[in-house]
């Protein structure tokens, strides 16, 4: 077995693993911080670029992009080795963060953060794959609670960094901070890591990676713009639902047919992976409307600064690190569902704190909110990622785990664009309600701008403070509805699993 197994990682002598060990754990800690850290400096960023009605396809195009390419990476990687592939990803990562600390405007952002998301897509995928390579199946469980500790150092260490650049020195080094940070790890990947490259048969399908970018893209600009730009009953709203509807059939077939398919079928017909995945995409929606649109609450209507709202967020990853190491406890003892239950339910909970949440409350009744849903998170979909392991076969588990980080990536991606047409429908509503004054959803540029917020009339400020209060209601209102489905969807997780 051991000879077998280093016949098939191909650990060549001069492979320096420390070196190789922390160059991924770089490269996995500015893939993960990417997120929190351009959660808590949007609304600076909105106030400097304006585009407060586009803000939510920062977030949207770069996890579109990501989710799209994590398979074709894979199977490059496969075929042209590790080194080459990783590198590619990382450069287009940093050429996009550096692109994306330039941008005048918010379009500008919207397409530097899509080319960011083609190369981020590379760095956790084939990050996991080279420490397959190079541990020994006794040694990976260690080094995967380094690479989880990554994840939830980043996630607080995000916010608050985000914070402090844009408080003290400017919004652009959320994305120039990866540049040093990234080098370092191409370096480490690029020179120390020994690789003979085996070149194996693939067949890549990019037909259906291309089908599945074109239906959840026109999906994306529907829940954006219908209700606003454009009325529901439009043409436009029409056609690319149309067009949304054709592509998703269109990829069904092609993931039937395909040799190598990017969603292989096969898997959907096992309850445990099924449910797994569906709450994944849905808690997935939570997560982003905690992340993209608290940050904007604390700021934006209880007038706090960026390093507060950081600390909300920071409330959620805390959570999370609480409930993944209880259920790693006890989900053995009490059984998934069980946990899975629980977690939902505390979902539920953390999403109440947020609909009933005032101003007058304070950040703290928000960080409440926060903290109760990262403790559901961490204990559901810690069981999500282990009963999806335990489920299905050795040969099978490489597939499905990348299946549950697609529908991951995939409700962060959907949720920004769902929440933030709720957020532009109902703002562009109440202002348009507002006799005397003429107003549009852009209005907010000035109001998360502090310098410009000083000389609007108070009541100007009451109006559009007003209006964002209520219109982030109903996003709350949306983060409680998935939160919700979530919990029903943990109803019907299977008592036993494969190995139980």
Not at 248 to 275: G, N, R, T
Not at 338 to 362: D, H, N, Q
Request: charged share 10%; glycine share 10%; net charge positive.
């Amino acid at each position: 077995m051991q000879n077998s197994e280093q016949g098939h990682i191909r650990k060549p002598v001069k492979t320096n693993r420390s070196v190789v060990l922390a160059s991924v754990l770089l490269a996995v800690f500015i893939s993960a911080i990417e997120g929190t850290i351009v959660a808590t400096a949007i609304p600076s960023i909105v106030g400097d670029l304006g585009g407060f009605s586009l803000f939510s396809w920062v977030f949207s195009a770069f996890f579109l992009a990501q989710a799209v390419t994590i398979p074709i990476y894979g199977k490059l990687a496969d075929l042209y080795g590790r080194k080459p592939v990783f590198t590619f990803g990382v450069l287009v990562f940093l050429i996009g963060s550096v692109l994306c600390g330039f941008a005048k405007t918010m379009n500008m952002l919207i397409i530097f953060r899509l080319f960011q998301g083609l190369g981020a897509g590379a760095i956790q995928p084939i990050a996991i794959t080279i420490i397959g390579d190079i541990f020994c199946v006794s040694e990976r469980a260690r080094i995967q609670g380094y690479i989880s500790s990554v994840w939830g150092v980043s996630s607080i260490i995000g916010p608050a960094l985000g914070a402090f650049f844009v408080q003290y020195i400017h919004w652009a080094w959320i994305f120039w901070v990866n540049i040093p940070i990234g080098v370092l790890a191409v370096a480490g990947i690029w020179f120390f890591l020994g690789e003979t490259v085996h070149k194996q048969q693939h067949s890549i399908d990019y037909l259906g990676s291309a089908l599945m970018f074109i239906s959840i893209s026109a999906l994306m600009v529907v829940f954006i713009q219908a209700g606003t730009a454009w009325t529901w009953s439009s043409a436009p709203v029409f056609l690319l639902l149309g067009i949304s509807i054709i592509g998703f059939y269109l990829f069904v077939l092609q993931e039937k047919h395909a040799p190598e398919p990017i969603m292989p079928l096969a898997i959907w017909k096992d309850s445990l992976l099924v449910v797994s995945n569906l709450a994944t995409l849905t808690t997935g929606f939570v997560i982003i409307g905690i992340s993209s649109f608290l940050p904007t609450y604390v700021q934006g209507v209880m007038e706090k600064s960026p390093v507060i709202s950081g600390f909300v967020l920071a409330f959620m990853t805390i959570g999370w690190m609480i409930g993944a190491m209880l259920a790693g406890k006890i989900m053995f003892k009490l059984g998934f569902r069980r946990i899975a239950i629980l977690g939902g339910f505390w979902i539920v909970m953390g999403s109440m704190f947020l609909i009933t949440m005032r101003p007058e409350r304070g950040w703290i009744w928000a960080g409440v909110g926060s903290l109760f849903i990262g403790i559901g998170m961490g204990l559901a979909r810690t069981v999500f990622i282990v009963g999806i392991q335990e489920s299905v076969e050795w040969q099978m588990r490489g597939v499905a785990t990348a299946s549950n980080m697609f529908m991951s990536i995939l409700g962060s991606t959907m949720g920004a664009a769902l929440l933030g047409g709720v957020l532009n429908t109902k703002l562009a509503s109440y202002l348009n309600g507002v006799s005397g004054e003429t107003f549009n959803v852009d209005v907010i540029n000035v109001l998360l701008d502090p310098v410009k917020r000083e000389v609007l009339s108070p009541r100007v400020i009451d109006i559009m403070t007003s209006g964002l209060t209520i219109s982030l209601k109903y996003v709350f209102y949306g983060v409680g509805f998935f939160a919700v489905l979530s919990m029903i969807l943990v109803m019907f997780f299977p008592a036993k699993t494969r190995d139980e």
